[in-house]
């Protein structure tokens, strides 16, 4: 059974209900069928009001579900051939990111994701998504060997953000993320990244100066978490629902600004419940994507990137 | 008269008491004290020593004019995009109000000056962020201005230098704020790849996306003594590892020590150092 989330709850109460009247009825000799069938049209209408208008803030706990696929379910259900490829080659092997090379229908390709875990344990080992600088020297290792052998680039983004440490910090956490800005920005490869949960600051943006940026529908991309917002702006991180609403993270605030190029509808309520359902969607995202890339040479893929980042900003000459 | 000397409330008659006027006719900050060391000099003084305490060599904040008047020949420094308007895109209260107040405060567009000018008889576009604007941070005007300084060094094919001093992306301008880092980096990719020369020069504070974007990706990265630079803040670190961080993490010479760093530049050699480098790079310039 998965988390029940709270704008979530008046669905699962009535969902519970109409189990317990057919439990009910299975067990004694009265009929309710009728007061049954009012009910699961009462649950198909409330469902629809509910997940078809869901808040910012909904969206943020979606997007945090612990039980929201994660790049390597991703990768399993889209790609064959998949072989996961370590190290940065200078310090270690960052379990926060990880990738390799695998084929997307029959064409070789690199793909590069932030990786969470499911359970604590799992957390531990991958610091929960939130990577150290070798990871991102890891990322941008296999950048630069996927460039020279020509293959597209797919990267899934799902991080809180980079890590805050000490040994970050001596490691040189901001060059590591800089360094992929602008090694990103002259890559003459198709780049294609997908926003599959959080998408969180700087520690996001490293797998993110790509030629197309989609964004699963309740996926966030932000400057900062809206805890983090509500307690710069207001002093009160349990302002975290107004921020998330003022900061515009969510992917129809982002397509709107022209930030983003495409939303990847989710399957109602989220990508959990049914997540080879959502694989087929995003599956479909990228073979479009590759599609229309693929009509680019080197330096055009370059100056499409240049382009697409060029533009954006809001002010008035 | 003798009397009055002894008279209990002679200071009365004694002093001169300033009138209202005369007063607020005394300038204000004529001396200045040194926020490490407690030294007090005479404002003038410390300008003449490009805001560097001679007691302790703290190295205090600068305005971006004081930087362009303590590095390029004389009058030959031109300002461009002086006329970009920061807008409020996510609608937060009051930030527009905050944005022109600091404007007037500052005589600046945004929390970024940048232009063109000579250093040693050598032409360079350089982009130097104010920190005494809204911290420095970055929003769309910061980006655009740096990336338009950016894109005219690439034109002109003269190197760039960006002085930072920032606290890192503005938060009341959202993602927007975020992907400027990468519109500044795309600019950068391009300038680079004509061959051009990028120096960065890292100022108190150099912090945030600043520091996660065109601050730490320069050919050379130099940065003032004691400047801090980091990615993410001392509290959020300290509350993350549960530990106390050394005294002088953060600061130019651990990052120095961490091999983060090409160089730490004492102020008063700012401007011949980067002359130097300069020098090195650009054909004829010798």
Redesign the interface.
Same mark, same amino acid.
């Given at each position: 059974m998965s988390k029940t989330l709270k704008f979530e709850e008046p669905i699962v109460k009535l969902r519970e209900k109409i189990v317990e009247l057919e439990e009910f009825t299975a067990n004694n000799s009265v009929d309710l069928s009728d007061e049954i069938g009012t009910l699961k049209v009462r649950l198909k209408n409330l469902e629809e009001e509910i997940y078809e208008n869901m808040e910012p803030w909904d969206r943020v706990q979606v997007a945090r579900h612990p039980q929201r696929p994660t790049t390597i379910d991703y990768i399993n259900m889209l790609f064959e051939d998949f072989m996961q490829l370590h190290g940065d080659r200078a310090y270690g092997d960052d379990a926060a990111i990880v990738g390799g090379i695998a084929s997307f229908e029959s064409v070789p390709i690199t793909v590069i994701g932030h990786q969470r875990g499911k359970d604590t344990k799992e957390n531990v080992k991958r610091n929960f998504g939130m990577p150290h600088p070798e990871g991102y020297r890891k990322a941008l290792r296999l950048m630069k060997q996927a460039e020279k052998f020509g293959r597209p680039i797919i990267c899934f983004i799902d991080t809180k953000g980079a890590f805050p440490g000490k040994a970050a910090e001596e490691r040189g956490q901001s060059e590591a993320i800089a360094r992929n800005l602008v090694e990103m920005a002259g890559l003459t490869v198709p780049v294609i990244s997908i926003v599959i949960g959080e998408g969180g600051s700087g520690g996001a943006l490293a797998l993110g100066v790509a030629n197309h940026i989609h964004m699963l529908e309740h996926s966030t991309y932000s400057v900062i978490s809206p805890e983090g917002a509500a307690t710069i702006l207001w002093k009160d991180s349990s302002l975290a629902k107004q921020a998330a609403e003022a900061m515009k993270i969510t992917a129809p605030h982002l397509k709107e600004m022209g930030i983003i190029d495409a939303i990847i509808p989710e399957v109602r309520g989220g990508a959990h419940r049914d997540s080879k359902a959502q694989a087929i969607s995003i599956g479909n995202a990228i073979r479009t994507s590759l599609d229309e890339l693929g009509t680019l040479d080197g330096k055009g893929l370059v100056d499409h990137r240049y382009d697409k980042f060029r533009c954006i900003g809001v002010f008035s000459e | 008269m003798i009397r009055d000397l002894f008279m209990k409330n002679r200071k009365k008659h004694m002093t001169t008491i300033p009138s209202v006027d005369a007063k607020n006719d005394v300038p204000e900050g004529i001396m200045t004290k040194c926020s490490e060391c407690k030294n007090i000099i005479l404002t003038k003084d410390l300008i003449k020593l490009m805001k560097v305490c001679p007691k302790c060599d703290h190295h205090f904040k600068m305005t971006a004019a004081e930087r362009v008047a303590c590095l390029f020949d004389e009058e030959t420094f031109k300002s461009i995009d002086d006329?970009?308007?920061? &807008?409020n895109?996510?609608n937060?209260p009051a930030y527009t109000e905050k944005v022109e107040s600091d404007a007037r405060k500052t005589g600046l567009n945004e929390a970024v000056l940048t232009g063109t000018g000579k250093i040693d008889g050598v032409e360079i576009a350089v982009a130097i962020m104010d920190a005494h604007f809204r911290m420095g941070s970055m929003g769309? #005007?910061v +980006?655009?201005k740096i990336?338009r300084a950016i894109e005219k060094a690439t034109a002109l094919g003269i190197p760039m230098i960006i002085f930072s001093a920032s606290g890192g992306?503005r938060?009341? &301008?959202? @993602? %927007?704020? %975020?992907?400027?880092? /990468?519109?500044t980096? #795309? /600019? %950068?990719?391009?300038h680079?790849?004509e061959g051009l020369l990028y120096i960065s020069v890292m100022t108190y504070p150099t912090t945030?996306?600043v520091? /996660?974007?065109?601050?730490? @990706?320069g050919d050379i990265n130099i940065a003032e003594p004691k400047a801090l =630079? +980091?990615? /993410? +803040?001392r509290r #959020? =670190?300290e509350q993350? #590892?549960r &530990?106390k %961080?050394p005294e002088d993490?953060?600061t130019a010479e651990f990052l120095l020590d961490? +091999?983060?760093l090409d160089a730490v530049v004492h102020r008063a050699d700012m401007k011949e150092t980067l002359s130097k480098i300069v020098r090195l790079h650009v054909k004829g310039a010798n």
């Amino acid at each position: 059974m998965s988390k029940t989330l709270k704008f979530e709850e008046p669905i699962v109460k009535l969902r519970e209900k109409i189990v317990e009247l057919e439990e009910f009825t299975a067990n004694n000799s009265v009929d309710l069928s009728d007061e049954i069938g009012t009910l699961k049209v009462r649950l198909k209408n409330l469902e629809e009001e509910i997940y078809e208008n869901m808040e910012p803030w909904d969206r943020v706990q979606v997007a945090r579900h612990p039980q929201r696929p994660t790049t390597i379910d991703y990768i399993n259900m889209l790609f064959e051939d998949f072989m996961q490829l370590h190290g940065d080659r200078a310090y270690g092997d960052d379990a926060a990111i990880v990738g390799g090379i695998a084929s997307f229908e029959s064409v070789p390709i690199t793909v590069i994701g932030h990786q969470r875990g499911k359970d604590t344990k799992e957390n531990v080992k991958r610091n929960f998504g939130m990577p150290h600088p070798e990871g991102y020297r890891k990322a941008l290792r296999l950048m630069k060997q996927a460039e020279k052998f020509g293959r597209p680039i797919i990267c899934f983004i799902d991080t809180k953000g980079a890590f805050p440490g000490k040994a970050a910090e001596e490691r040189g956490q901001s060059e590591a993320i800089a360094r992929n800005l602008v090694e990103m920005a002259g890559l003459t490869v198709p780049v294609i990244s997908i926003v599959i949960g959080e998408g969180g600051s700087g520690g996001a943006l490293a797998l993110g100066v790509a030629n197309h940026i989609h964004m699963l529908e309740h996926s966030t991309y932000s400057v900062i978490s809206p805890e983090g917002a509500a307690t710069i702006l207001w002093k009160d991180s349990s302002l975290a629902k107004q921020a998330a609403e003022a900061m515009k993270i969510t992917a129809p605030h982002l397509k709107e600004m022209g930030i983003i190029d495409a939303i990847i509808p989710e399957v109602r309520g989220g990508a959990h419940r049914d997540s080879k359902a959502q694989a087929i969607s995003i599956g479909n995202a990228i073979r479009t994507s590759l599609d229309e890339l693929g009509t680019l040479d080197g330096k055009g893929l370059v100056d499409h990137r240049y382009d697409k980042f060029r533009c954006i900003g809001v002010f008035s000459e | 008269m003798i009397r009055d000397l002894f008279m209990k409330n002679r200071k009365k008659h004694m002093t001169t008491i300033p009138s209202v006027d005369a007063k607020n006719d005394v300038p204000e900050g004529i001396m200045t004290k040194c926020s490490e060391c407690k030294n007090i000099i005479l404002t003038k003084d410390l300008i003449k020593l490009m805001k560097v305490c001679p007691k302790c060599d703290h190295h205090f904040k600068m305005t971006a004019a004081e930087r362009v008047a303590c590095l390029f020949d004389e009058e030959t420094f031109k300002s461009i995009d002086d006329h970009l308007k920061t &807008e409020n895109p996510l609608n937060f209260p009051a930030y527009t109000e905050k944005v022109e107040s600091d404007a007037r405060k500052t005589g600046l567009n945004e929390a970024v000056l940048t232009g063109t000018g000579k250093i040693d008889g050598v032409e360079i576009a350089v982009a130097i962020m104010d920190a005494h604007f809204r911290m420095g941070s970055m929003g769309s #005007v910061v +980006g655009e201005k740096i990336t338009r300084a950016i894109e005219k060094a690439t034109a002109l094919g003269i190197p760039m230098i960006i002085f930072s001093a920032s606290g890192g992306a503005r938060m009341q &301008e959202g @993602v %927007l704020s %975020l992907m400027q880092m /990468a519109k500044t980096s #795309v /600019a %950068l990719t391009r300038h680079g790849s004509e061959g051009l020369l990028y120096i960065s020069v890292m100022t108190y504070p150099t912090t945030g996306g600043v520091s /996660a974007s065109f601050a730490s @990706v320069g050919d050379i990265n130099i940065a003032e003594p004691k400047a801090l =630079i +980091g990615f /993410a +803040g001392r509290r #959020v =670190i300290e509350q993350t #590892v549960r &530990e106390k %961080l050394p005294e002088d993490f953060q600061t130019a010479e651990f990052l120095l020590d961490h +091999g983060q760093l090409d160089a730490v530049v004492h102020r008063a050699d700012m401007k011949e150092t980067l002359s130097k480098i300069v020098r090195l790079h650009v054909k004829g310039a010798n």
